[in-house]
């Protein structure tokens, strides 16, 4: 007898065949590790879960997952990650991580109940969106390094390779003018001329800037990368093939430069590595690859809207001295830079 398809139970990767995800169920982590759902229900039947059909040509990571938490929830999602499937509705859950939303992206504006698992889940009112809850928080909370990376590498390589701007292929949203209203306060940490190491590099444009923003205010900068999305190193090569050689594949969390290099200044984006070893992280750079005299630069890229703490909130959580800090300009200033005197 041949098994036919199951309703609602756990599962541990992605679904072979895109097929076979017509509908897609959202179960939201905000950054302080909370759980979230919309405080209005649908038709008065009580509070239920994001969610949302797989529309014709959308992938389900890249696409959907992206449109269903900002239309239904207001909400933008930074990883994607499946924990159970139906295939009697042909419906995944997925839990997500990310935060609230109020920039320019179409969304809806919905204010969200916050709470552990448990006390989302007494407020469904569908047994099985109750039971998701649960295992989304069991799944997020078990998490290992290894499936972390993997979902970054799985979602952020495809969407910066299908980029249409040179912006898009670095994780922004908006043109030349905007990226650099929003990063260029990175050069505010660059104290004198020196080599600069971007850790999560994408397509190098971060690299390229840098060097540009500093020779505006006279700063001679060298620039370096390294990411862990083989695409991704290759697309920054072809671009920069002048620092092809300057530009390698790693990972931020045990990555060495040959011959035990370090940089004038390391910069690192504070969302690259799981949240529980960026503190290990930073002090890794500090004592391996910054030179002395030189500056560790950690920035938080937080979406408008949302409630993450900024770069130098973060770095104070771990007890790490700021030497100082800059925000992007703009209507929201979410986009912030600290540094760490090495």
Excluded at 12 to 19: F, I, M, S
Excluded at 30 to 49: H, K, Q, S, T, Y
Excluded at 140 to 163: C, G, K, M, V
Aim: aromatic share 8%.
């Amino acid at each position: 007898m041949v098994a036919g398809p199951h309703a609602y139970e756990p599962v541990e990767d992605d679904p072979r065949d895109p097929e076979a995800v017509r509908r897609v169920t959202y179960v939201l982590f905000l950054p302080d590790g909370r759980c979230a759902v919309p405080a209005e229900g649908r038709g008065g039947g009580g509070l239920r879960l994001p969610s949302g059909r797989v529309l014709p040509g959308e992938d389900w990571v890249l696409d959907t997952s992206e449109r269903v938490p900002l239309m239904t929830a207001g909400f933008l999602r930074q990883r994607v990650h499946p924990f159970a499937y139906d295939g009697l509705e042909l419906r995944l859950y997925a839990w997500l991580d990310g935060d609230r939303y109020r920039g320019r992206r179409p969304h809806t504006r919905v204010e969200l109940f916050a709470g552990t698992p448990e006390e989302v889940a007494a407020r469904l009112a569908d047994r099985t969106e109750r039971r998701a809850v649960l295992d989304a928080a069991r799944s997020f909370r078990e998490q290992d390094d290894t499936s972390w990376f993997a979902d970054n590498l799985r979602l952020i390589q495809p969407a910066y390779l299908r980029a249409s701007t040179a912006e898009g292929g670095s994780g922004f949203g908006g043109g030349p003018r905007e990226w650099r209203a929003r990063r260029s306060m990175i050069v505010d940490a660059l104290h004198r001329d020196g080599t600069f190491l971007d850790i999560g590099c994408a397509n190098g444009l971060l690299m390229e800037s840098v060097r540009t923003w500093a020779a505006e205010r006279g700063r001679a900068i060298e620039p370096y990368g390294v990411d862990i999305a083989p695409g991704l190193v290759e697309l920054a090569r072809r671009r920069l093939p002048q620092w092809a050689d300057r530009i390698a594949v790693g990972n931020a969390l045990d990555w060495r430069p040959a011959g035990g290099r370090r940089f004038t200044f390391v910069h690192v984006l504070a969302d690259c590595v799981p949240p529980a070893r960026l503190g290990g992280l930073l002090r890794r750079l500090l004592a391996e690859l910054v030179e002395p005299g030189g500056r560790l630069l950690v920035s938080a890229y937080q979406p408008a809207g949302g409630e993450a703490p900024g770069a130098a909130e973060r770095l104070a959580a771990l007890g790490v001295p700021a030497a100082g800090a800059a925000c992007g300009t703009g209507p929201d200033r979410t986009a912030t830079t600290a540094w760490v005197d090495a």
